[in-house]
């Protein structure tokens, strides 16, 4: 399967989210359950996971222009920008409902704003993702 530098760079990044988020989550969801994370636990596990976060995208992003250098210089064409576009549509209304249904949560039970913080967190984590793979499906698709 021959990828282009776009759908390597999807794939890279949505992999790379997967498993710094995944990892958060599992980390901090036991305490978020039971209800004893602090805030200071869990502003230092979320700049933990943004750092390796940033290093891994920027390390195989390098990689990734370093070893397609001809592919990373060239613009977008019409179809790079119809997919991103399409993509971002629909994880936009992702992002959208998940933050009105943790709004309702909010309003109608009584939670702390560490459990509402980390799941509108945890939206936009999804929504992310939801681009990426909405990105790779239409690439694949041939749109």
Excluded at 1 to 27: G, H, P, T
Excluded at 119 to 137: K, P, Q, R, T
């Amino acid at each position: 399967m021959d990828l282009s530098f776009q759908e390597k760079s999807y794939w890279a990044s949505l992999i790379i989210m997967s498993v710094v988020w995944v990892n958060y989550f599992v980390r901090i969801q036991p305490a978020l359950v039971d209800g004893s994370l602090s805030r200071e636990d869990s502003i230092g596990l979320f700049i933990g996971a943004v750092v390796i976060l940033v290093i891994l995208e920027i390390i195989t992003h390098i990689v990734l222009a370093a070893t397609n250098s001809k592919a990373a210089d060239q613009p977008a064409d019409e179809r790079d920008k119809s997919i991103k576009r399409q993509a971002g549509n629909i994880a936009g209304w992702v992002l959208g409902v998940c933050v009105v249904m943790i709004g309702g949560f909010a309003m109608f039970k009584e939670v702390s704003s560490v459990l509402v913080a980390n799941l509108l967190l945890l939206a936009l984590v999804m929504s992310h993702c939801v681009d990426y793979a909405l990105a790779l499906f239409y690439y694949r698709r041939g749109f």
